[in-house]
């Protein structure tokens, strides 16, 4: 079985970081399988802020590149997970 290695990316202030967070992702769009978006509710004392998770797949030292550039962003977290055989 290959690895599998999934992101979260905690996006802080959205209305901020969201267009440098979209342009990481679109550089690195190949790199990427699944993509899922989760709205954290206002209500929960965390406005402004967004979850994404990332399936990513193909050539490590991409992955790699990509976490480190989304690292590297203001107002964003990335935490990583990985399951292998």
Do not use: W
Not at 21 to 45: A, H
Not at 73 to 79: D, I, S, Y
């Amino acid at each position: 079985m290959p690895l599998i290695r999934v992101l979260g990316v905690l996006v802080k202030l959205r209305s901020e970081a969201a267009i440098e967070v979209q342009d990481v992702l679109t550089k690195y769009g190949c790199s990427v399988r699944t993509r899922l978006g989760l709205n954290i509710p206002e209500d929960s004392g965390a406005e402004e802020q967004g979850l994404i998770i990332l399936d990513l797949y193909g050539d490590p030292d991409e992955s790699l590149r990509l976490e480190n550039e989304l690292r590297s962003l203001n107002n964003v977290k990335v935490q990583r997970m990985e399951f292998d055989d």
